[in-house]
């Protein structure tokens, strides 16, 4: 098993790009979740889903969308990037109750 | 909401030795759950340790282990025999019981084995 997976694993963008972050998970769980790590502090949480087609705000949503479409992917969007949404980007999966794995993270840069 | 504070931003340990990392947390929940994540260079996020609030017995994993005061809201982390690759960040994070709630983390303590 892959575990979670993250698609790209670095990018750089310009100010006012968009793209968008694919997160894959292969263990069957219904929630999953998009963290970002800017330095000197610990994950925050951006969006999650509790299932698929669900989705809900976290700590610091702003600037984002996601889309769970699917059970096993959860794609993070950003509209029209800016530099304040540099950081490295986790997403994590897991059953309820339960702890939860983290795919390996997205370093992304804006200009 | 809930906080989690890790008032040590680097602690320095002789290889084979203990140490203790701090946490503390805030919250007016009853069914939480605490765990300890570490996280080396290489960026990826481990499970090192997880507790129930509900379980008065404190939780351990090999050389890992952890003092849970739930009535001072306190879940430090012991590492006995303390090993070159146990170098990393070492993260707190709290998680309601009630929901699927994403993780509350600390800010992270620095951990360096001097060998």
């Known amino acids: 098993n892959a575990g979670v997976t993250q698609t790209p694993k670095f990018r750089v963008l310009k100010t006012g790009q968009s793209m968008t972050l694919l997160c894959a998970q292969d263990?069957?769980?219904?929630?999953m979740y998009w963290y970002r790590q800017d330095p000197g502090m610990g994950l925050r949480l951006i969006h999650y889903?509790?299932?698929?087609?669900?989705?809900a705000k976290g700590e610091v949503p702003d600037g984002y969308n996601v889309s769970r479409l699917k059970k096993q992917n959860f794609l993070l969007g950003l509209e029209s990037a800016a530099p304040s949404q540099t950081s490295v980007y986790f997403c994590?999966?897991?059953?309820?109750?339960?702890?939860?794995?983290f795919g390996p993270g997205t370093r992304l840069t804006v200009l | 909401a809930q906080t989690v504070t890790q008032s040590q931003p680097e602690m320095s340990v002789q290889e084979a030795e203990t140490v203790t990392l701090s946490c503390t947390y805030d919250?007016?929940?009853?069914?939480?759950?605490l765990f300890w994540y570490k996280q080396p260079p290489s960026r990826q996020m481990i499970l090192v340790i997880r507790?129930?609030?509900?379980?008065?017995q404190n939780a351990t994993e090999n050389r890992f282990s952890v003092n849970f005061q739930k009535a001072a809201k306190s879940f430090s982390l012991k590492i006995s025999d303390s090993q070159l690759g146990d170098a990393a960040m070492y993260f707190c994070?709290?998680?309601?019981?009630?929901?699927?709630?994403?993780?509350?983390f600390g800010k992270g303590t620095h951990l360096i084995i001097q060998p």
């Open positions: 889903s509790v299932g698929e087609g669900t989705t």
């Open positions: 994590a999966s897991s059953e309820a109750y339960n702890e939860q794995f």
């Open positions: 994070a709290y998680r309601s019981g009630g929901g699927a709630d994403g993780l509350t």
């Open positions: 919250t007016s929940e009853s069914d939480y759950y």
């Open positions: 263990m069957n769980h219904e929630y």
């Open positions: 507790q129930e609030a509900y379980k008065q």
